[in-house]
């Protein structure tokens, strides 16, 4: 399947006034620095996209969740226990449910622990408002699954704490925004643009490299992997 598109394009005034007023900024600005401002607009503007999207799109029915639960749910077996880590408001732990034998939704912030709680219901599903650490701490169980969703990049230390999990899971889903996702990056880096990072909280941004190198170290050996919708999902097992 492809999009095929009418070669001559309907004129979009928008573009055809910003594009002047490029031409414009072309004639005061070095060229280094009107790219470095294109390069911020773009991400300013993506941003805000982005966050208006929220207003329109349920966090399961987003366009950037389309392959996310697929991915993840043809890779969950029937007699599998799964620990889905940051369950924010359980939409995915629910999703888990209906497949696995057990799901637990751990969630730290306790707003949406309780939210979850009150959403979604099953007796295979349970939700915990606790740090992962913590929990596992006090814990005697051992998980098949371990469900890692834009968990990592928050992470002081991530090789740290997927070492320090080892024990615990089988199988570990990862799921990170993909830094190789738009060669803009690459330009952003290069022209000193403080605009680089996915969300202001995030500590790391992955390129797939990078990712792949983590992995390997944390004892990971890589099963399956997919990148789109600007995003990394991997499925990989521990060499124990």
Known sequence: MHLELPREKERVWLLSIIYRVNLLLAKVLPPQGLLKLLLDLEWIFCRLATEQSGQLYSRESHPS???SYPFILEEIHPEETVLDLGSFLGHMSWAISLKAKEVVGVEIVSERFEAATRLFKRDNLSFVNEDIIDYLAHTDRVFDVIIISHVLEHLCNPLEFLRS????????YIEVPDFD????NLMRLDAGSKLIYTDADHVFEFDRRELRKLIGMAGLDIEKESFSFGVIRVWCKFIH
């Open 181 to 184: 996702a738009t060669p803009l």
């Open 165 to 172: 999990i080892s024990k615990s899971f089988k199988r570990v």
């Open 65 to 67: 969740k389309i392959e």
